[in-house]
Each structure stands twice: as C-alpha cells, then as structure tokens.
C-alpha cells in the first residue's frame, strides 16, 4: 500500500552570502542565494521489491522512482528488469531505504544519504538499512550507521529482494543543497558541543587521481608559513576525520569531497574553497557552509578545463595568501 507520494509543500531556503563576495562574481553565485526545497513524506510500502537500485510496488505496478533516483532514465529499461521478480530471491522483513545512483560517494553518502535517515531514528531497532553488495567497499559507510546505531545488510543487485515492509525517508533537499535543520541534525549526532577549535586544516589531493593542485609544493610551504597543517584525509579512518574536524578553526581546500567533512566543525568556524575560475554552477560546499553556519571564503584559481570535475589547477600563491589573510583578520 502506497501510504505518502505526494509532495508536503516546499520550504524557501536563503543562504548567508560569502564574507569576501565580490559582485563581479555574481554569475558564480546565480541561483543559490534563494532556493524552494521541495518536501516529501516518508513513503511505506508493503510487500515490495528491490530490483536492482529500484524499489518497486508491485500493488501499484509501479517503482517508487522519486526516493531512488536523482537523474531522469528509460522507464522502459527499468520494466525491462521485471523479470527478475519471477526468480527466486532474498527475504528481508522489514527495510529502510536511502541509497541512489550518487549516494555510494563520500558527499553525497553524508549529505544526501545520512541525512534521510533522522526522519526514521525511531526504526533502529526493528528495520535494517538495505545496501547493495558495493557498498562494501567504503569504509565510511558501515562507520557511520554503526555511529547512528542503525543495523545494516547488504544484497547482490543479481537477484531480487522481497519486504513485507520497505521505508523509504524522502530527500531532505535537492543534491548539492540542504535543510538546515536536516545537516545540523546529522551534525549533532555526530560531534559534541563545546570544543574549543584550533586548528588551521589544509586538505590536500595530492594523492587524487585528478582535480590536483600542479604547484602544491608551493601551496603547501605557504601553509607551513601561515602555520596549517597538510592533511591528506583518505589516510584517516571516519573518526579521526570527525575529531580532526570537530578541533578545526579554519578549513582551506580545493573543490573536493574532503570539504564535506566541514559537517564536523563547530558553528561560526571558517572554509576557504578554492574554485574553478571557469565554471559557475558548483555551489555545494557554499551551500553546506551557509547551512552549517560557517563563514565562507572563496578564492578563484586558473584550472585546465572549465569542467572542474576533471581540471588540474594552478594556484596563484600570492593571491591564496591575501585571501588567506584577509579571512584569518575578518572578525
């Protein structure tokens, strides 16, 4: 039985504009001073299916397609997959559900996935968080619902998945925005108030495969100068990443997902992202600062191509360092 599907109205979201905005940037900024954010209920079906990445009602002949996806597809070549309900295939009594085809990635598990989950804190002790079998292979996943003290199991997408109940928490926010009261939910339950930040934390990617910083080692002796410390996070487990964060004053990066980790840190705290001077659309991470209450700096750097997510840059030192200064003297 369908019980939700239909939209509970919208909420109007504006965000707090950058503390160095400069009005010849307003191109990069179009769009995400004001937002209207959609909401939905928590949907509940009986009796449904997991097919693949899709959750499908089976009294309705029809796929719950809104709480599973973020892209528009072929609905034909989803129909096309039916035929795996006719195969044998896992029981699972009682699911949550708050994957899509994004939400395997480290920002969009935290900011997209986690976030559903607080609208059904009430179901740890009797539904378990459904994943698919890939989902294995990120660290920060299992940490994270262990964190929240949900239970989890995974499943192979090869063979169907029958519930005789299947909850499946809405979308907090469109990908790449945010309830503020969803983010700082999710916030709490994992750094405790009251810590005194003090560190100056600057992410490096020097060991990404792509979206590099050419001159880091220039980058990098200006840090050391200003006194921050070079973090490359993908050595760190999921809680030392929070500790590290939830101690952090200051953070500096490239566009990137260690910038999500600003979740951890303390209201009224500071992130400098250095952008793509070419592109105008890639407004997560001032949507994440405004919503976090954390005063966002930004700084617009030389990149290879305007698709920031492929581009290499070079950092102009001198104009990190003033921008750097002006952020540290803005009180």
Not at 269 to 276: A, D, G, M, S
Request: proline share 4%.
């Amino acid at each position: 039985m369908l019980k939700q599907s239909r939209p509970a109205g919208t909420i109007t979201v504006t965000r707090k504009i950058p503390r160095n905005y400069d009005e010849k940037d307003r191109a990069l900024f179009e769009g995400a001073f004001t937002l209207e954010i959609p909401q939905r209920k928590t949907l509940v079906l009986r009796n449904a299916s997991v097919i693949k990445h899709a959750v499908f009602n089976p009294s309705e002949f029809r796929f719950a397609n809104d709480y599973t996806h973020i892209r528009p597809f072929s609905r034909f070549s989803q129909f096309k997959k039916l035929y795996l309900y006719a195969l044998p295939g896992k029981r699972v009594e009682k699911a949550i559900w708050i994957t899509d085809e994004w939400s395997a990635e480290y920002y969009h598990w935290l900011s997209d996935a986690l976030t559903r989950l607080l609208a059904v804190e009430g179901l740890k002790s009797s539904h378990v968080v459904l994943l698919p079998e890939r989902y294995r292979e990120k660290p920060y996943v299992e940490a994270s619902l262990r964190m929240l003290g949900f239970r989890w199991e995974y499943y192979s997408i090869r063979r169907i998945v029958r519930t005789k109940e299947m909850v499946l928490p809405a979308h907090t926010a469109p990908t790449g925005h945010f309830s503020e009261s969803a983010i700082n939910s999710l916030r709490n339950r994992f750094v405790q108030p009251g810590a005194t930040p003090f560190r100056k934390i600057f992410i490096s990617r020097k060991k990404a495969i792509r979206r590099r910083i050419l001159n880091e080692a220039e980058v990098t002796v200006l840090m050391d100068k200003h006194g921050y410390e070079v973090h490359y996070f993908e050595d760190y487990d999921f809680a030392t990443q929070i500790r590290l964060m939830s101690e952090t004053k200051i953070l500096l990066g490239l566009h990137g997902a260690g910038l999500t980790n600003m979740l951890f840190m303390q209201p009224g705290t500071k992130l400098l992202e250095i952008r793509n001077e070419g592109e105008s659309h890639l407004n997560c991470f001032f949507n994440q600062a405004s919503a976090l209450d954390i005063e966002y700096y930004y700084m617009l750097s030389q990149a290879t191509s305007a698709e920031t997510h492929t581009a290499d840059f070079t950092v102009d030192v001198d104009k990190l360092e003033a921008a750097m200064m002006a952020m540290e003297n803005d009180v």
